[in-house]
């Protein structure tokens, strides 16, 4: 069990600096990215497998492969969260691809809200951060035009190649580049850039 | 380094989505190698595409993972080797004092007598097992309670949709009880004494449940129609009655209906004293020289 001021200090730490402990093979700086990403991670599995229970399964196994893959994780390549996120949305597309089954892109969002939870409660400042975060980042969406979201949405949740977004919406390839080009950068400035490059 | 705008454009948002093939994320990959402004740039999308997914809407997982996950860490950790961590580092080495320390020919514990060092490996190993599956049957029995839930909200969508048929055919039953009585209304007309009764049915073949008679008193002529389950009048409209002598029509007044499209009306206008057949037709608010065709509801023969 962990003394109080070393859970403090994993708690204040940056989930890049967690990463660096779970590389040297930390339990307790895994246990913390965890608590923190769980969550969010399992939101992300559940909208693309659409059941909660094989979620689990492959939120389990996501982060199992966090564990045991951590050495591979690059900061300067992305956030660790983008690293998490890309785990977990692979493993979720593995599994319906074992299921033959074609990703939902998007569900709309009362069939999203069946699965929405409250943040877990064994640490409500933490999770309440969070909450405000998303929140705030939910807003900035709304200002993303529709055809860019979608876009987004069917490449990440839908699992579609680039070509495959092309077919599947009648765009031509470079209108798709397009669109997702200037839904990341417009998402960029709606976020501001400069809390990114924490 | 030169900008390579092609991948820049067209690979880099999908390799921040992680939509490319593995060729693709090869070429990018190979691309940002010697390229750290062009990575720092990626790395800028990635963000967002990780701000992006993280607006999913969280789902807080059962505590059987964390306890599964944990239980699998603390397994791994155990068969590769004490890991540098906060909590489980070793302390740092306290000074022995000579005056405490043991001597080598002291008696040895009670642990030292029974060789309890020996079983500390086992032990840990079967405490760590038991937690294991400590932690599978959890998450077993999180799966079930999960199931049990997911039937119990089908048994109460079942419910509901027992619910809603027992609403319609309460409806129907009610819809039929008043056929039923205006039916009975009908039947009663062709008892009455005095009057000669006869009966008028559906023209259209659509609408059984319709009904009407037309009662003619022997004693002064007054013929008087009877109407059942009519369909209800749209604002505008109006119902006629005609008698039609030959084949040619003549207006007998026009009525409406209540909300169970029942009514009563007096044929009236200048009639003639015989006639062959009676009939019910939708026309527009005020009647119409003639019966709107296609619009006859209701027809019978005379006596």
């Known amino acids: ?198 | 380094m030169e900008r390579n705008q092609r991948i820049e454009d067209e690979l880099f948002p999908f390799y921040a989505l992680d939509a490319l093939t593995i060729e693709e994320r090869d070429e990018v990959d190979g691309y940002i190698a010697g390229n750290p402004e062009a990575a720092a740039r990626l790395a800028a999308l990635t963000r967002a595409a990780a701000d992006l997914v993280a607006t999913t809407a969280p789902v807080t997982p059962s505590p059987a993972v964390k306890a599964g996950l944990m239980a699998r860490v603390q397994a791994d950790v155990a068969r590769t080797g004490t890991p540098v961590t906060a909590s489980t580092a070793p302390p740092a080495p306290r000074p022995t004092h000579p005056a405490i320390s043991r001597p080598a020919a002291l008696k040895p514990s009670w642990r030292e007598r029974l060789g309890f060092g020996r079983f500390v490996p086992a032990l840990a190993a079967f405490a760590l097992v038991a937690f294991i599956l400590s932690a599978a049957a959890a998450l077993r029995l999180s799966r079930q309670v999960d199931e049990l839930q997911a039937q119990i909200v089908a048994l109460e969508a079942g419910d509901d949709v027992m619910q809603t048929r027992l609403s319609a055919l309460e409806s129907e039953n009610e819809t039929l009880r008043r056929e039923l009585s205006a039916r009975e209304d009908l039947l009663a007309e062709f008892n009455r004494p005095g009057s000669v009764t006869v009966a008028i049915g559906d023209a259209t073949g659509n609408l059984p449940g319709m009904a009407a008679t037309l009662t003619t008193e022997i004693a002064t002529g007054a013929a008087t129609l009877r109407v059942a389950n009519m369909p209800p009048l749209e604002p505008g409209t109006t119902y006629q009655a005609w008698v039609i002598v030959g084949s040619t029509p003549v207006s007998a007044g026009t009525f409406s209906v209540d909300s169970n499209g029942n009514g009563t009306h007096v044929l009236s206008g200048d009639l003639p004293a015989d006639f062959d057949a009676v009939g019910v037709s939708l026309e527009p608010q005020g009647g119409s020289a003639a019966p709107t065709p296609g619009n006859i509801l209701l027809l019978g023969q005379s006596f």
Do not use: C
Not at chain 1, 49 to 72: K, M, P
Not at chain 1, 114 to 121: I, K, L, T, V
């Open chain 1, 1 to 198: 069990m962990p003394k109080s001021s070393d859970m403090d200090h994993l708690t204040n730490a940056s989930d890049e600096q967690l990463m660096a402990r779970v590389t040297a093979r930390d339990a307790d700086a895994f246990e913390h990215l965890y608590d923190r990403y769980a969550p969010v991670t399992l939101g992300i599995i559940v909208r693309i497998v659409q059941d909660r229970t094989e979620g689990e399964e492959v939120l389990q196994e996501s982060f199992w492969r966090v564990w045991n893959q951590a050495e591979t994780f690059d900061p300067a390549k992305g956030p660790f969260r983008a690293w998490l996120f890309s785990i977990a949305r692979r493993q979720a597309l593995d599994l319906l691809r074992r299921r033959n089954v074609r990703p939902q892109a998007a569900r709309d969002e009362n069939e999203e809200r069946q699965f929405e939870q409250a943040a877990a409660p064994d640490n409500v400042g933490e999770a309440a951060e969070q909450a405000i975060a998303t929140e705030q980042m939910r807003g900035a969406m709304t200002h993303l035009p529709q055809e860019q979201l979608q876009v987004l949405e069917l490449a990440y949740f839908g699992g579609l190649t680039r070509q495959e977004i092309a077919r599947t919406t009648g765009l031509p390839l470079g209108t798709v580049h397009t669109r997702a080009r200037l839904g990341l950068q417009h998402l960029r400035s709606l976020l501001g850039a400069g809390k990114n490059d924490e």
